[in-house]
Nanobody, 118 residues
Framework: QVHLVESGGGLEQAGGSLRLSCAAS????????LGWYRQVPGKRRELLASITNGGNTEYYLDSVKGRFTISRDNAKNTVYLQMSSLKPEDTAVYHC???????????WGQGTQVTVSS
């Protein structure tokens, strides 16, 4: 079983930056890729980005391309989301998730709140 724990959220002003971290533990060998999504209560979740064990990245949401960067430190079993030029509409709970080699979602974290004030 894979466990994911996010950190790094908080309150930031528009135009500012935050870096989220997600530490993975447990059955690390099951993980093929890690990623981030966000969700606002009452709305569908938005898939943001993913990164494979080999470092291949993919960004899914046009509104964050060029502003958000996903990276990982395999030695620390940690994935990061560097967020820059933050906007109030980025306010959400940010979750990390893990995929196995069949791209099946095998774990997700409890989330960390990001609030961007105007």
């Amino acid at each position: 079983q894979v466990h994911l724990v996010e950190s790094g959220g908080g309150l930031e002003q528009a135009g500012g930056s935050l870096r989220l971290s997600c530490a993975a533990s447990g059955s690390i060998f099951e993980i093929n890729a890690l990623g981030w999504y966000r969700q606002v209560p009452g709305k569908r979740r938005e898939l943001l980005a993913s990164i494979t064990n080999g470092g291949n990245t993919e960004y899914y949401l046009d509104s964050v391309k060029g502003r958000f960067t996903i990276s990982r430190d395999n030695a620390k079993n940690t994935v990061y989301l560097q967020m820059s030029s933050l906007k109030p509409e980025d306010t959400a709970v940010y979750h990390c998730y893990a995929l196995d080699d069949t791209l099946y979602e095998i774990a997700w974290g409890q989330g960390t709140q990001v609030t961007v004030s105007s």
